[in-house]
């Protein structure tokens, strides 16, 4: 098997809110049907789905590598969607912040060293 990419399927508790705040956070929407969109940002695609697991959400994680670590903060800071967000930490191997968005999921936003 030679896998050419992998996409994740992120859940979303209220549908919209969570288009809305990956639609704010930079993400542009394609609608796939009433259930599913797809997001993308340069080379980076994921599906949003209407379903909702209460389990799931919560311990659902994506890393979002960026280049501009202080520029994704200031973007992510302004979403009214999100639920919560950490300051920018200094850790060995780069940058990090945790936005948690609408339905619990969290996001490590990172720009790796190098």
């Not at 705040?21 to 049907?33: A, C, H, L, N, W």
């Not at 949003?48 to 994704?72: E, G, H, K, P, W």
């Not at 300051?87 to 490590?108: C, D, K, M, R």
């Amino acid at each position: 098997m030679q896998v050419t990419d992998i996409k994740a399927f992120v859940p979303s508790e209220d549908y919209v809110v969570s288009q809305r705040f990956y639609t704010d956070i930079g993400f542009k929407p394609e609608y796939v049907s009433d259930d599913l969109t797809l997001f993308q940002n340069g080379d980076c695609w994921f599906f949003l789905q209407r379903f909702y697991n209460q389990t799931l959400a919560s311990n659902f994680m994506l890393q979002v590598c960026v280049s501009d670590i202080q520029q994704a903060y200031e973007l992510c800071a302004k979403s009214s969607d999100k639920t919560k967000i950490t300051a920018i930490q200094q850790e060995s191997w780069g940058q990090v912040f945790y936005l948690w968005g609408p339905a619990g999921e969290l996001l490590h936003i990172t720009q790796l060293n190098g």
